[in-house]
């Protein structure tokens, strides 16, 4: 299976929609906590950031484009068609476009808002950072585990995954002054998805090979 088990992936499913329906809450509302972190962290970091840490923030935002993220998605989607995972290979192109349409329809009602007409803020989760954390999780997860065997390269790949997508969080709130609030949702929301797009895989595959019909690994 290429989803292995996780006795903690209810409990991870249920802290991060949790935490994601707190900061929904906060935002709708328009509650001072998220003014306090979205106004603090706007002013540290296109203010006070050490100059030393630019280098870092200008790698992330190299990254931080849909241009360069779908591309990335494309192959591994393919990658898991060569793999001879053709399930798994729509189970990733499917997740993500309902991640979409999810993103789209949890920002309309979070930050429409009636100032002189109807207006709309920034969409949380921010759909950009939501699908590289999708793209760092089925790298970690998926892929290189069937690639690299070492622990200490593994963990090494990991930190980097996360210090790159921190890199683009923190380029996207310099560069292109989106809210931090926006960031937490799609690490929120973006963690919650993938956590329960593999209890469905888990759960589906099977089911989906048997009602196509097709020669695959699940």
């Given at each position: 299976m290429?989803?292995?088990p996780?006795?903690l992936?209810k409990?991870l499913?249920?802290?991060?929609s949790l935490?994601?329906?707190f900061?929904?809450?906060?935002?709708?509302?328009?509650?001072l906590f998220?003014?306090v972190?979205?106004?603090?962290?706007t002013?540290?970091i296109?203010?006070?950031?050490p100059?030393h840490?630019?280098?870092?923030?200008?790698?992330?935002?190299?990254?931080?484009?849909?241009?360069?993220?779908?591309?990335?998605?494309?192959?591994?989607?393919?990658?898991?068609y060569?793999?001879?995972?053709?399930?798994?290979?729509?189970?990733?192109?499917t997740?993500?476009?309902?991640?979409m349409?999810?993103v789209?329809i949890?920002?309309f009602v979070l930050k429409?808002h009636?100032?002189?007409?109807?207006?709309?803020g920034?969409a949380?989760?921010?759909?950009?950072?939501?699908?590289?954390?999708?793209?760092?999780?089925?790298?970690?997860?998926?892929?290189?585990?069937?690639?690299?065997?070492?622990?200490r390269v593994r963990?090494f790949?990991?930190?980097?995954?996360?210090?790159?997508?921190?890199?683009?969080?923190?380029?996207c709130?310099?560069k292109?002054?989106?809210?931090?609030?926006?960031?937490?949702?799609?690490?929120f929301?973006?963690?919650?998805?993938?956590?329960?797009?593999?209890?469905q895989?888990?759960?589906?595959?099977?089911?989906?090979?048997?009602v196509l019909?097709?020669?695959?690994?699940i």
């Amino acid at each position: 299976m290429l989803i292995q088990p996780d006795k903690l992936r209810k409990v991870l499913i249920l802290i991060f929609s949790l935490l994601f329906v707190f900061l929904a809450i906060q935002v709708r509302f328009d509650m001072l906590f998220i003014h306090v972190i979205d106004n603090g962290a706007t002013l540290i970091i296109q203010n006070l950031m050490p100059r030393h840490l630019q280098w870092w923030i200008t790698f992330g935002a190299s990254f931080a484009h849909y241009w360069i993220a779908l591309p990335i998605m494309g192959i591994l989607a393919s990658l898991l068609y060569l793999m001879n995972y053709k399930i798994a290979m729509w189970w990733l192109i499917t997740t993500q476009v309902l991640a979409m349409i999810l993103v789209s329809i949890i920002s309309f009602v979070l930050k429409i808002h009636w100032i002189d007409g109807f207006k709309l803020g920034p969409a949380i989760p921010n759909l950009l950072l939501l699908w590289w954390l999708q793209i760092f999780a089925i790298c970690e997860v998926v892929i290189v585990p069937r690639l690299i065997s070492d622990q200490r390269v593994r963990l090494f790949m990991t930190v980097c995954a996360v210090m790159l997508w921190m890199a683009m969080l923190v380029a996207c709130i310099q560069k292109y002054n989106i809210p931090l609030s926006s960031g937490l949702g799609s690490l929120f929301f973006g963690y919650f998805w993938w956590q329960f797009s593999e209890e469905q895989y888990r759960k589906r595959a099977n089911h989906w090979r048997r009602v196509l019909e097709i020669d695959t690994l699940i």
